[in-house]
């Protein structure tokens, strides 16, 4: 049995690859190292990233995706050529059918780099999904229902917020805010009050054990490292959960009002169906501590985050991808 089909969830920070019947079976990171002398590609994925900031000026570590669109074609072929190549297991008696997630805001031209890309990177025929569709399914929401089902998706490059009946999309908003730019601000944040330089993964580390959208009365708190902006010297500085719940309000506001936004577009019948089964969250920054509870306060309707959220992209494009004719109406674009 040779499994044909590849499911892609291909993000900013991580590119998930899902397999029918095997589920999830790479969960890497979207960089790409290269060698500057000879433009050779030199690792992808796990092995990239730790290169992140430690590479000397012949090589450089970098990501191909800007706010989940390809920035770099010729990478990014090489990346989904990579991944597609890893979960086939070195099996090429097939070209695989890949389905690959969008943001929902793209452009078609962008649209068709990501499925010329694809075909490039080796598959026989490439589908595109939009993500807040595909994560919806990944939830296990029933998208083709008559009745409104309201999804926060935040990735590492942006943030998906879409009202979805009948398989569609009715309302919808993308805003260019994700992880990525959570760690901007962490690290922004810290460089002005604290006169500290931190680098990428330092800033993605305090999101991740600290990170907080509400401030709390008994903060957490943790040491970190980084090269001090006075003196040039090595420097070690404790910060608070409340530092960085401070460094991303706007960030946080941004994420708020584009929900409000979509909220605003929703027909009154599927906006009455959404405050009856709040809305979910998908995608990996939504993981981020009290973030559901942020959103609940500032809209007035219950808020939860899905069952491995991190995964519901994936997860959804594959199924899809599996039941091609069930959800033929919310597959976008095919070559």
Do not use: W
Not at 17 to 26: A, E, N, S, T, Y
Not at 60 to 71: E, Q
Not at 84 to 89: M, T
Request: glycine share 10%.
């Amino acid at each position: 049995m040779f499994i044909r089909k590849i499911g892609i969830d291909l993000g900013t920070t991580y590119t998930l690859v899902h397999l029918p019947k095997r589920g999830i079976v790479i969960n890497e990171p979207s960089v790409v190292a290269i060698s500057m002398t000879d433009k050779k590609i030199l690792a992808v994925g796990d092995e990239a990233k730790e290169m992140i900031g430690r590479t000397p000026d012949t090589i450089v570590a970098s990501r191909p995706l800007k706010d989940g669109v390809i920035a770099d074609y010729k990478t990014t072929e090489a990346m989904l050529r990579y991944f597609i190549n890893k979960a086939l297991g070195g099996i090429k008696l097939f070209r695989p059918e890949v389905m690959v997630a969008v943001p929902a805001g793209i452009t078609s031209v962008e649209r068709r780099s990501v499925i010329d890309a694809t075909i490039a990177a080796g598959a026989r025929a490439a589908y595109i999904i939009k993500e807040p569709i595909a994560a919806a399914i990944g939830a296990n929401i029933p998208i083709g229902s008559a009745s409104g089902h309201m999804i926060i998706d935040i990735g590492g490059g942006t943030s998906e917020i879409a009202v979805i009946s009948l398989g569609g999309i009715v309302a919808s908003s993308s805003v260019r805010i994700g992880g990525n730019k959570f760690d901007n601000s962490i690290s922004e944040y810290i460089r002005r009050k604290y006169n500290l330089a931190i680098g990428e993964r330092t800033s993605e580390d305090i999101k991740i054990e600290i990170g907080a959208a509400m401030y709390s009365e008994g903060p957490a708190i943790i040491d970190i490292r980084g090269r001090d902006m006075i003196t040039g010297l090595p420097k070690t500085i404790s910060i608070s959960s409340n530092d960085a719940t401070e460094a991303l309000q706007k960030d946080l506001q941004g994420i708020v009002d584009a929900v409000k936004e979509v909220l605003q577009q929703t027909p009154p019948e599927l906006s009455a169906d959404v405050i009856d089964k709040g809305i979910i969250m998908s995608g990996g920054s939504s993981l981020l501590r009290d973030i559901d509870q942020l959103i609940s306060r500032a809209v007035g309707v219950p808020v939860y985050v899905a069952d491995d959220a991190l995964l519901c992209v994936a997860k959804g494009t594959g199924i899809a991808l599996d039941n091609l004719e069930m959800y033929k109406r919310s597959v976008l674009a095919t070559k």
